[in-house]
């Protein structure tokens, strides 16, 4: 069963409801994060999943874009917006429909789990399969006992590490 619109809109009435900011986990998990994006130059740049935030701000790239399904979570967001940086209120099932963009980097971090996309998995494929370019840098971030997608890409690197009271695994593919 999803997770209801409503119970995610209030859980997102506080600006960083998971403490991503001040807890040490997350502060470890962003960082490896971002050592992990092949160092390449990135034109565009896609972060689903990304709350208020925390990891979208620091991505590479010339034009970066971070979508959330919740507005509140986008509304707290919008205080990072730049030339470089713009939040918009999106579901992963509904990217296709707000942006015609394609992506030479997208990061999707604590959204795959089934609480967020049910028995999806092949309709996520299709949807990252549009909108990641030829050559282009998946990666996926997300607690391993949770996780239940696999990407039909060829895997660059694969790498766990703890989190909180779970084991992470960060996969980085190439399309």
């Known amino acids: 069963m999803l997770q209801p619109q409503k119970e995610l809109e209030t859980f997102y009435q506080n600006y960083d409801p998971w403490d991503y900011e001040t807890t040490p986990h997350d502060q470890t998990r962003k960082s490896i994060i971002l050592s992990e994006i092949p160092q390449r130059q990135y034109q565009n740049v896609l972060d689903i999943g990304c709350g208020h935030g925390f990891i979208t701000r620091e991505l590479p790239g010339t034009q970066i874009t971070g979508f959330d399904v919740s507005a509140n979570a986008i509304n707290h967001a919008k205080q990072f917006e730049s030339n470089r940086i713009k939040f918009m209120q999106s579901s992963i099932f509904q990217i296709p429909k707000n942006t ?10 604590g959204v795959l789990y089934s609480q967020y996309i049910g028995k999806s998995v092949n309709l996520i494929y299709k949807i990252v399969d549009r909108i990641l370019r030829e050559d282009g840098i998946l990666l996926c971030c997300h607690i391993n006992d949770w996780y239940i997608v696999r990407f039909p890409y060829l895997m660059l690197d694969c790498y766990y590490f703890s989190y909180r009271d779970y084991t992470q695994k960060l996969e980085v593919y190439i399309k």
């Open 100 to 109: 015609q963009d394609t992506y030479d980097l997208i990061t999707i971090t």
